[in-house]
T-cell receptor, first 111, second 110 residues
Framework: QKEVEQNSGPLSVPEGAIASLNCTYSDRVSQSFFWYRQYSGKSPELIMSIYSNGDKEDGRFTAQLNKASQYVSLLIRDSQPSDSATYLCAGGLYNFNKFYFGSGTKLNVKP | EAQVTQNPRYLITVTGKKLTVTCSQNMNHEYMSWYRQDPGLGLRQIYY???????DKGDVPEGYKVSRKEKRNFPLILESPSPNQTSLYFC?????????FGSGTQLSVL
C-alpha cells in the first residue's frame, strides 16, 4: 500500500458547485497533512494544511481530517474554472523532513 | 523576489552521460529537497538536506547524488543517467511545514 493514495480523476464539476477531493493514508504517515495545487506545467503550491481531527476552513477551501478512518479531504465551495488543476495530498513526518505525496486528483471545473 | 531557481528547465541527454541539475534559493532556508514526479506515481522524494551538514536519502535515491556545500545551493547529480530516470524533477525548500518548489526540470534520457 502506498503511504498516501488519491483517486486520479479527472473529477468534473460545474462552476459554482462543491468539489470534493479525497485522500487516504497508511500508518507510516504522521498526522500532519497538506493539500497542494498544481496547475498544468507549473510547480505545486500549498493551499491548506491540517493537523487535528475535524475541519479547517480558509475562504472557499475546507480541509477535513478523520484520523480513525485515516482519511483526508478537501472541499472547494463555489468552484471556479480557475480552480481547474491537479490537487496533491501529502503527509509529513520526521519533523517535516520527509513528505509522502499522493498521485494527485485532476479537477476540471466547467463554466 | 523570494524564489527557488532550477536550471535547466528542459534537458535531453543520452544514457551514461553525467549531468547536473542546479538548484539555488534566496530565502535563506536551511532545508532543501529534491523530488521527481511521474504520472500515476506522484511526487517522490529523492534526497533532502536539513542543513549544510546533514543530507539524507528520501524514498528513491538510487542513481542520484546530491551536494550541499553552501546553504543556497543543492545540485542534483546523475552520474550515469538511464532511461528510467526520465522524469520531471523539482527542487524544494521548506519553511516550517510549507514547501516552496522550483519551476521544475523536465529530463529525458534517451
Amino acid at each position: 500500500q502506498k503511504e498516501v493514495e488519491q483517486n486520479s480523476g479527472p473529477l468534473s464539476v460545474p462552476e459554482g458547485a462543491i468539489a470534493s477531493l479525497n485522500c487516504t493514508y497508511s500508518d507510516r504517515v504522521s498526522q500532519s497533512f497538506f493539500w497542494y495545487r498544481q496547475y498544468s506545467g507549473k510547480s505545486p503550491e500549498l493551499i491548506m494544511s491540517i493537523y487535528s481531527n475535524g475541519d479547517k476552513e480558509d475562504g472557499r477551501f475546507t480541509a477535513q481530517l478523520n484520523k480513525a478512518s485515516q482519511y483526508v479531504s478537501l472541499l472547494i465551495r463555489d468552484s471556479q474554472p480557475s480552480d481547474s488543476a491537479t490537487y496533491l495530498c501529502a503527509g509529513g513526518l520526521y519533523n517535516f523532513n520527509k513528505f509522502y505525496f499522493g498521485s494527485g486528483t485532476k479537477l476540471n471545473v466547467k463554466p | 523576489e523570494a524564489q527557488v531557481t532550477q536550471n535547466p528547465r528542459y534537458l535531453i541527454t543520452v544514457t551514461g552521460k553525467k549531468l547536473t541539475v542546479t538548484c539555488s534559493q534566496n530565502m535563506n532556508h536551511e532545508y532543501m529537497s529534491w523530488y521527481r514526479q511521474d504520472p500515476g506515481l506522484g511526487l517522490r522524494q529523492i534526497y533532502y538536506s536539513m542543513n549544510v551538514e546533514v543530507t539524507d536519502k528520501g524514498d528513491v535515491p538510487e542513481g542520484y547524488k546530491v551536494s550541499r556545500k553552501e546553504k543556497r545551493n543543492f545540485p542534483l547529480i546523475l552520474e550515469s543517467p538511464s532511461p528510467n530516470q526520465t522524469s520531471l524533477y523539482f527542487c524544494a525548500t521548506r519553511y516550517n511545514e510549507k514547501l516552496f518548489f522550483g519551476s521544475g526540470t523536465q529530463l529525458s534520457v534517451l
